[in-house]
């Protein structure tokens, strides 16, 4: 049997890879590295399917969302949103992920907002907490008298500095250097997964903002406050769920009272631990069964399906991205001169031009279309 891993080479935030770091434990062996971003183009190295969990936030490129033919998908703490720029709405999801997700319901959702979206098109899902609450923690480490800031707005850095001036800091970000980052090997990447989650389980106490943050310590033991701000309608669908796990409050609440909640004490809850139990014995059983159910049989042949799915769904990708960074580029610079705007306008219009018409030719290739890669729409 072979397994894939979710990851995303090019993020910009190393709550993605700390995502992958915490399936990663799960699965027996590693035979291939999934990017998320390229779901349908996932060729292995021989007509095989590779079991994959489905963990993390999907997704970026919308137009590669369908997993190949060749990836055994177990949905779990998944997360759909349309808050983003280029959202799942609904319309996208019955049009072209239904029968996809249909085939592996109920889907374990990372949060309501998520479970919301998949019943109005009547998937049927259950919450599963995030995989992040799984994070094991490391043996041998000792306690350090440092509080670590992660990622919180600057006022609320300067009122932890003023507050508690005989403290030490620790500042670190989620955010990385993406083209630094995607250089690395993912043995690298993980390597400083680990040295990260290592500065918070030593931390006497982390205030943060991130989730990717906030949930891993819960897990490595390590007193956490997050900064929270639920005005934030993106912010509130995908942490709103685990508020009732961690000590949390607003930056406006944290500049007024964030002090005095410090010295009185953060103790974590223990309320996530029955979520991450049911979880991890959800994760393995579902992974058992997985390799139960497992069948190659209707597998597109290789060499036919890198021909005549993935060159062409390539190029076609390619140019769509060139397309929508051109038609982004132009609203953002809609003040520029006339001939600027003009230019761009032109060059959009030359692409989506051949992006139809090449969308318009992959859609008569029976061949394609019904045997190699059903690309599914509802009626």
Not at 172 to 184: Q, Y
Not at 192 to 197: A, F, I, P, R
Not at 261 to 266: A, C, F, T
Not at 301 to 327: E, G, I, Q, T
């Amino acid at each position: 049997m072979k397994y894939g891993l979710i990851t995303f080479k090019e993020t910009e935030n190393i709550g993605d890879d700390i995502q992958s770091y915490s399936a990663k434990r799960f699965l027996p062996k590693i035979d291939y590295y999934v990017e998320r971003e390229e779901l349908d183009l996932f060729v292995p190295s021989k007509k095989e399917k590779v079991i994959t969990i489905m963990n993390g936030w999907f997704l970026h490129s919308k137009i590669n969302a369908i997993p190949s033919p060749y990836i055994y998908p177990v949905f779990i703490s998944s997360h759909f949103s349309s808050y983003d720029s280029k959202g799942i709405s609904t319309e996208y999801i019955n049009d072209y992920l239904y029968e996809q997700l249909h085939k592996y319901e109920p889907i374990g959702c990372r949060d309501h907002q998520s479970m919301k979206l998949l019943s109005k098109v009547g998937l049927q899902s259950y919450f599963s907490g995030c995989m992040t609450l799984t994070i094991n923690k490391f043996k041998d480490i000792k306690k350090e008298n440092y509080i670590c800031m992660v990622d919180i707005d600057k006022r609320a850095e300067e009122y932890l500095e003023e507050n508690f001036k005989e403290e030490k800091f620790i500042k670190k970000t989620h955010t990385l250097n993406r083209k630094k980052n995607e250089k690395l090997s993912w043995d690298e990447r993980f390597e400083n997964v680990e040295k990260l989650l290592k500065t918070y389980q030593k931390a006497k106490l982390v205030v943060t903002s991130r989730l990717h943050c906030a949930l891993p310590c819960l897990a490595l033991g390590t007193p956490v406050l997050l900064l929270y701000d639920e005005n934030k309608i993106y912010t509130k669908d995908r942490l709103s769920e685990y508020t009732k796990y961690l000590n949390h409050m607003s930056t406006e609440e944290f500049l007024v009272s964030g002090a005095e909640k410090i010295r009185n004490g953060i103790v974590n809850s223990n309320k996530y631990k029955t979520t991450r139990t049911n979880l991890e014995k959800l994760i393995n059983d579902k992974l058992e069964q997985s390799t139960k159910t497992v069948s190659t049989k209707e597998l597109p042949n290789l060499d036919d399906f890198n021909k005549l799915y993935v060159l062409p769904k390539r190029n076609s990708d390619s140019l769509h991205n060139v397309a929508v960074n051109k038609l982004y580029t132009e609203k953002r610079d809609y003040e520029n001169l006339y001939y600027e705007k003009e230019y761009w306008k032109k060059e959009f219009d030359i692409l989506l031009e051949k992006y139809t018409q090449l969308r318009e030719d992959f859609e008569k290739k029976k061949e394609v279309k019904n045997k190699i890669y059903p690309f599914i729409r509802r009626k």
